[in-house]
C-alpha cells in the first residue's frame, strides 16, 4: 500500500470519526434541549382540535408528560380557573422564559380581582384596539390603532372556543369588512360591570 493511500485512508478514518462525534453531540443537544416533566412551556401553534379544549396560541403550560411518541407532550394550563390538559407536538410548544411564566400568573391574577379568567372578555367591555397586519379586519384597513371599542360578540354561541371577539364599528369606520379581533389585539380598559353609562 502507497503512503498516499494509507494517509487517504487515515483521512477518513479520522473523518468518519468526526462525523460520529458530530452526531453523537447534536444527539446530546436534541435530548437537553427537549422538554421534560415539570419545565414550562409557551404555546406557539395549534390546532383546531387544541381551541376545542380551550388552549389559545400564548398561553403559558406545564410538561406533565413526555414520551417519545409523535405527540410526546401531556400540558397542563398554569393557574386559573381555565385550566385544561392537552397533547402537543414539540413544534407547538417552545421553552417558556421565567419572565413569561411570571407575566402569564401576573396576567391571571389580574383577571381574578375582576373575577374573570385571563382573557374573558363579555359583551359590553370597552377595550383599546391595537391593529397588527395578521388581523385584518375594518377598523385596522381604515388606518386606525389604539380606539377604544365596546365589545358586542364573544363567540361563545360558538361549538369550539375561538380566541376573537366583535367589536361594534366605530362610527368614522367605512370600510365593508367585519371587525372581529384577535384576543392579543385587545385590551380591557373597563370591564361591562364597571361602566356608568349603562
Same mark, same amino acid.
Given at each position: 500500500? +502507497?503512503?498516499?493511500?494509507?494517509?487517504? #485512508?487515515?483521512?477518513?478514518?479520522?473523518?468518519?470519526?468526526?462525523?460520529?462525534?458530530?452526531? #453523537?453531540?447534536? @444527539? @446530546?443537544?436534541?435530548?437537553? +434541549?427537549?422538554?421534560? %416533566?415539570?419545565?414550562?412551556?409557551?404555546?406557539?401553534?395549534?390546532?383546531?382540535?387544541?381551541?376545542?379544549?380551550?388552549?389559545?396560541?400564548?398561553?403559558?403550560?406545564?410538561?406533565?408528560?413526555? $414520551?417519545?411518541?409523535?405527540?410526546?407532550?401531556?400540558?397542563?394550563?398554569?393557574?386559573?380557573?381555565?385550566?385544561?390538559?392537552?397533547?402537543?407536538?414539540?413544534?407547538?410548544?417552545?421553552?417558556?422564559?421565567?419572565? #413569561?411564566?411570571?407575566?402569564?400568573?401576573?396576567?391571571?391574577?389580574?383577571?381574578?380581582?375582576?373575577?374573570?379568567?385571563?382573557?374573558?372578555? @363579555?359583551?359590553?367591555?370597552?377595550?383599546?384596539?391595537?391593529?397588527?397586519?395578521? =388581523?385584518? =379586519?375594518?377598523?385596522? !384597513? +381604515?388606518?386606525?390603532?389604539?380606539?377604544?371599542? #365596546?365589545?358586542?360578540?364573544?363567540?361563545?354561541?360558538?361549538?369550539?372556543?375561538?380566541?376573537?371577539?366583535?367589536?361594534?364599528?366605530?362610527?368614522?369606520? $367605512?370600510? $365593508?369588512?367585519?371587525?372581529?379581533? !384577535?384576543?392579543?389585539? %385587545?385590551?380591557? %380598559?373597563?370591564?361591562?360591570? =364597571?361602566?356608568?353609562?349603562?
Amino acid at each position: 500500500m +502507497s503512503k498516499r493511500a494509507s494517509q487517504a #485512508e487515515a483521512l477518513r478514518y479520522l473523518l468518519d470519526k468526526r462525523k460520529a462525534e458530530v452526531a #453523537e453531540l447534536e @444527539k @446530546k443537544l436534541e435530548e437537553a +434541549s427537549r422538554l421534560k %416533566v415539570g419545565d414550562y412551556a409557551k404555546i406557539i401553534e395549534l390546532t383546531p382540535e387544541g381551541s376545542s379544549y380551550g388552549a389559545a396560541v400564548g398561553d403559558i403550560v406545564q410538561v406533565i408528560r413526555a $414520551d417519545y411518541g409523535h405527540l410526546p407532550h401531556k400540558c397542563i394550563k398554569c393557574g386559573g380557573p381555565d385550566r385544561y390538559e392537552y397533547w402537543f407536538y414539540p413544534e407547538h410548544l417552545e421553552r417558556a422564559t421565567d419572565e #413569561e411564566v411570571a407575566a402569564a400568573a401576573k396576567q391571571e391574577e389580574k383577571w381574578a380581582k375582576i373575577g374573570r379568567k385571563a382573557n374573558e372578555f @363579555k359583551v359590553g367591555d370597552i377595550v383599546r384596539y391595537e391593529y397588527n397586519s395578521k =388581523n385584518n =379586519n375594518a377598523i385596522g !384597513r +381604515s388606518g386606525f390603532s389604539g380606539i377604544l371599542a #365596546e365589545i358586542d360578540d364573544t363567540g361563545l354561541g360558538s361549538k369550539r372556543k375561538i380566541d376573537l371577539v366583535h367589536l361594534v364599528k366605530p362610527s368614522f369606520v $367605512d370600510d $365593508d369588512h367585519d371587525t372581529w379581533a !384577535r384576543l392579543g389585539d %385587545v385590551a380591557l %380598559v373597563v370591564p361591562v360591570e =364597571n361602566r356608568i353609562d349603562q
